[in-house]
């Protein structure tokens, strides 16, 4: 599997409440072409480079990266950690036909995360083409283990040891995907949020297989005011960690939510913190910042 660090172009500027303070520049891209398991005319190639482009020009982040994988690029958000004490690194995924800047969810958890000791790096995953129905994204799952895999190896490069993942909605089970599919733990912990078992997608994905298989420990979140399917399907989700004799398997509900946690971003970014912190301890670093 090929992986390929892209330059990045950075320029200072004020960012009211982050320490370090950045503006990102960077060249538009062209997305190269390659042969995917998924045609070519499933992917919506388009639809992603202008999103990202619109994202290096606006995004707030310390560093905007492009990463590659199986001969294709992509971007990615990076924000070091900006606590006095080092924790990791936590892989950000989002849900179908997103970003890695999508305001609801996923731009709270990776701008609040750095507080709190952990570098975000927040990933952009494949979407597919308007035209496709939304079952297709069962194909995309390929290339989404591909871009974790190239965003796990980019945080080892950068001497990232204790790597959590933390995904939204189908980005949860792209991860869980990624977990099934290494044999060596290179994710430390998933954060699993809004979780269901997206029977719709093609090729079927058999979500409670895949928690009853791994072995890390996991964070099932979702919402009490969440999709039907996240609540219903809470109980087989616990029965199959149950299963699996994954001992740290946790599952939590968090009441008022819905599957987007629209206005309950704080408690949503606490619980997360409060966990990794537990089950991704790591081994914490002192960071000297001159003062």
């Known amino acids: 599997m090929a992986v390929v660090l892209v330059a990045v172009n950075m320029l200072r500027f004020n960012r009211g409440y982050m320490r370090h303070k950045y503006q990102i520049s960077v060249i538009f891209f062209i997305l190269l072409t390659s042969a995917w398991s998924v045609s070519a005319d499933k992917l919506d190639r388009d639809r992603e480079k202008e999103v990202t482009d619109k994202l290096a020009e606006e995004a707030e ?21 900006t606590d006095d004490i080092a924790k990791g690194a936590a892989i950000i995924l989002h849900g179908m036909g997103a970003h890695p800047d999508w305001p609801q969810t996923i731009s709270p958890i990776r701008l609040a995360l750095p507080d709190y000791g952990w570098t975000t790096l927040s990933i952009q995953l494949p979407v597919i083409a308007p035209e496709n129905k939304v079952e297709d994204y069962g194909n995309t799952l390929e290339q989404a283990v591909a871009r974790i895999e190239a965003a796990v190896a980019f945080l080892r490069e950068r001497k990232y040891l204790n790597i959590v993942a933390v995904g939204h909605s189908f980005g949860a089970a792209s ?27 093609k090729p079927t994905l058999d979500l409670l297989g895949l928690i009853e298989k791994s072995k890390v420990p996991i964070l099932d979140i979702y919402g009490s005011r969440d999709f039907r399917e996240a609540i ?5 989700r616990r029965l199959a960690a149950k299963i699996g004799s994954n001992e740290e398997y946790a599952q939590l509900e968090i009441v008022g939510a819905n599957h987007y946690f629209n206005k309950v971003e704080e408690v949503l970014i606490k619980r997360i913190r409060g966990w990794l912190d537990i089950a991704a301890p790591g081994v914490s670093i002192v960071v000297n910042k001159g003062r």
Do not use: C, P
């Open 175 to 201: 991860a869980l995907s990624f977990l099934e599919k290494t044999d060596e733990r290179k994710i430390m912990a998933l954060v699993a949020i809004g979780l269901q078992d997206y029977a719709f997608v």
């Open 232 to 236: 219903d399907q809470a109980a087989d």
């Open 61 to 81: 982040a310390t560093e905007i990266v492009w990463l590659g994988a199986n001969d294709e690029e992509f971007m990615a958000l990076l924000n070091d950690q």
